[in-house]
């Protein structure tokens, strides 16, 4: 089904250019002109769309030169001063609080979404249940791929991972740089989680975050994963560190029980449980095996990473449950 038959009756079309529009504002957060040739990218990938979507926002967090640029370069388009938190979550939700549109579909600036993109990313509302849905994330290093990074923690640089669906599927929660949202479920829970996120260096799992509470917020909620529905995410020469994959898995395992706390529901970690069980092991095997059998050095490389992303989201989990056992004056 496509997305016009999705929300049919909401279709229009641009009478001086002859192009459908659909139900859908996009909006793209940024917070630094060091990536201005990756938001230029972002902006008319999304401009690009056919069918358009009806508004491009921008939405800028606490940047007045850069959004002056944003907005003399762009003066189709509207762009917004997030006065909110600081972070990805605020400056999202500030583009969102401009949208009137029945759906809201979120775009990084350092993502560039495929044609088809939002046309794909809208199909699954033709359930009414579907209270979001998610589409691939796939990497565009800057530099070489390291030998040794393993696909099941592409997560670390903001792309797909291995292990996920190959078709459409539902799934726990997908990812804030390739979303879509019905807008009156995502106001129902306030949004994204203000001071829980991306807030300089420190990352945390706020897209996970949304997505169980807007799934919670609907009898039946369901988020959809649309593997077509793909978009292409830069990353630069300081995410290819072995350091980068120890810090970003350790953030990550803190930022999950940080969320959990949020949430009060340690059965929301059922994905991050699964993952470890099955993905996981099943990579370290075949990556252990290939090195044994074949004596390739790449994967007892990989196998390596493996245990060591492992190792720092573990610790990063420790770390996360004392400080908030130290919250909760248990400590």
């Not at 046309?119 to 040794?148: H, I, K, M, N, S």
């Not at 991972?161 to 539902?170: D, F, K, Q, S, T």
């Not at 169980?212 to 909620?221: C, D, E, L």
Request: charged share 20%; net charge neutral.
């Amino acid at each position: 089904m496509t997305a016009q038959a999705a929300a049919s009756d909401d279709v229009i079309t641009d009478a001086a250019a002859d192009v459908p529009i659909l139900p859908v504002s996009v909006v793209i957060a940024c917070h630094t002109e060091d990536r201005w040739s990756a938001l230029v990218s972002a902006i008319e990938s999304a401009l690009a769309q056919r069918p358009r979507p009806a508004e491009v926002i921008v939405a800028v967090d606490h940047n007045p030169l850069l959004h002056e640029r944003i907005a003399r370069q762009f003066p189709n388009i509207t762009t917004v001063a997030s006065e909110r938190a600081s972070g990805a979550s605020g400056a999202r939700n500030a583009g969102a609080a401009r949208v009137s549109t029945t759906y809201v579909a979120f775009l990084d600036d350092d993502a560039t979404a495929q044609a088809g993109w939002l046309q794909r990313l809208l199909e699954p509302f033709a359930d009414p249940r579907v209270v979001g849905a998610g589409g691939r994330v796939d990497p565009v290093w800057q530099t070489p791929r390291p030998r040794w990074f393993p696909d099941e923690f592409a997560w670390v640089v903001g792309a797909s991972h291995a292990g996920l669906p190959e078709g459409l599927a539902p799934v726990r929660n997908v990812w804030s740089e390739n979303m879509a949202v019905r807008r009156e479920a995502f106001e129902s829970v306030g949004g994204f989680r203000e001071h829980f996120g991306k807030i300089g260096s420190t990352s945390r799992p706020e897209d996970t975050d949304l997505c169980i509470r807007m799934g919670a917020s609907v009898a039946g909620g369901r988020w959809m994963y649309v593997p077509e529905a793909l978009v292409h995410h830069q990353v630069p020469r300081d995410r290819s560190t072995f350091q980068f994959f120890l810090r970003r898995s350790y953030s990550e395992g803190r930022g999950k029980i940080e969320m959990s706390r949020h949430l009060k529901d340690e059965r929301n970690l059922q994905s991050e449980s699964d993952y470890l069980r099955k993905t996981i092991p099943r990579a370290l095997a075949r990556n252990l095996v290939a090195a044994a059998t074949r004596r390739e050095g790449a994967n007892a490389a990989v196998a390596g990473a493996i245990i060591a992303g492992v190792a720092a989201s573990g610790a990063g989990a420790v770390a996360g449950l004392i400080a908030w056992r130290r919250q909760s004056g248990f400590a």
